[in-house]
C-alpha cells in the first residue's frame, strides 16, 4: 500500500455513497423505461443507456472525489487517465444487464477500491432491493450489520451451486454440458444472472459455492472481496488464481472436492 494511501474504511465510505447514488439512478430509468443502447461480444450481450448513464455518474463523481485516482469501468474502461495516487476503482454499473432490461430484480452496482493491485474494499447493492453488501481487506464481510460467514457445508452432494452462463452461444453450450455432468453431483444449480450478486449469496450461505468462466474484473472485484472475506476460498483451477479461465469461490471444505470435479469436467476449457 503507497504510504499515502487512505484506510480501506474511508475507501469504502467512498464507494458505500457513490454506489448507492447509482443504483438509484439505475432504478429510476428502469421504471422510466429502457431499451437496447448497443450489443458487445454478442448480439445477446447487450448495453443500456441505463449502463452507460450510471457509469458516467460513478466517474464523474468519483473524478471529483479523488481526481489522481484510476478507473475501470465496464463501459468507458480505463477512462481518461491512470492516474497516480495506486488507488485504482473497478466499476461495473449494473451487473446483470439482462435482468434489468427485462425487470428481474437481481441486478446490482458494484464498485471496488484496489490499492496498487491489492483489493482493500468493495460495495454490491441490488439496486432493486437495497440489500447491500461490503467488505474491506482483513475487516470482514458485511451485509445490514450482520458479519457474514460462508456455508459450513462439507458434503459435495449437499451443495447448492451457482453459476453463470456466457453470452457467446458455443460458451453457453459448453458450460451447459458441465452442468449437466456436475448436477448429479451436488443438491442442485442455480443460474441467477449476476455474477456480483452470487458471489455475496455464497458469503452469507445463502448458496454453498459458486464458479464461473468468463468473468472480467468488474463482475470479480467487490463481489470475490465480499466472499473471501466471509471464508470462502476463492481460486481459479490447479492453482490459478481467480480469473477469466474460472472463478471458484467455495468453503475451504468444499472447494477440493469440487475443484476436482469441475477440473474433470473441463470447467475452463471450450470457447
Not at 449494473?94 to 482493500?120: F, K, Q, R
Not at 473471501?228 to 483451477?237: N, P
Request: proline share 4%; glycine share 12%.
Amino acid at each position: 500500500m503507497t504510504r499515502s494511501a487512505p484506510a480501506p474504511t474511508e475507501l469504502l465510505a467512498i464507494a458505500v455513497d457513490v454506489a448507492r447514488e447509482a443504483a438509484r439512478t439505475a432504478y429510476r430509468m428502469r421504471a422510466e423505461g429502457v431499451s437496447v443502447a448497443a450489443t458487445k461480444s454478442t448480439v445477446t450481450d447487450v448495453v443500456t443507456a441505463a449502463d452507460r448513464a450510471v457509469e458516467r455518474q460513478v466517474l464523474d463523481t468519483l473524478a471529483k472525489l479523488r481526481p489522481d485516482d484510476a478507473v475501470l469501468g465496464e463501459e468507458y474502461g480505463a477512462g481518461e487517465g491512470a492516474g497516480s495516487s495506486g488507488v485504482r476503482w473497478i466499476v461495473d454499473p449494473i451487473d446483470g444487464t439482462v435482468n434489468y432490461l427485462y425487470g428481474i430484480p437481481y441486478c446490482a452496482v458494484s464498485l471496488a477500491a484496489e490499492v496498487d493491485g491489492d483489493m482493500v474494499a468493495g460495495v454490491v447493492r441490488n439496486l432493486y432491493t437495497g440489500e447491500e453488501w461490503t467488505a474491506t481487506a482483513g475487516g470482514g464481510a458485511w451485509r445490514d450489520g450482520r458479519r457474514l460467514r460462508c456455508s459450513t457445508e462439507t458434503d459435495l452432494g449437499q451443495t447448492l451451486v451457482a453459476t453463470g452462463f456466457g453470452y457467446d452461444s458455443a460458451r453457453r453450450a459448453h458450460q451447459a454440458r458441465v452442468v449437466a455432468e456436475l448436477i448429479p453431483h451436488v443438491r442442485d444449480i442455480r443460474r441467477l444472472g449476476a455474477a456480483s450478486l452470487d458471489l455475496c449469496l455464497a458469503a452469507e450461505g445463502r448458496v454453498d459455492a459458486y464458479y464461473e468462466k468468463g468473468l472480467a474484473a468488474w463482475d470479480l472485484a467487490a463481489g470475490g472481496l465480499v466472499a473471501a472475506e466471509a471464508g470462502l476460498r476463492v481460486g481459479g483451477l490447479a492453482g490459478r488464481p481467480a480469473g477469466p479461465d474460472l472463478v471458484l469461490a467455495a468453503p475451504p471444505a468444499l472447494f477440493a472436492p469440487l475443484h476436482d470435479r469441475l477440473a474433470a469436467l473441463d470447467a475452463s476449457g471450450g470457447p
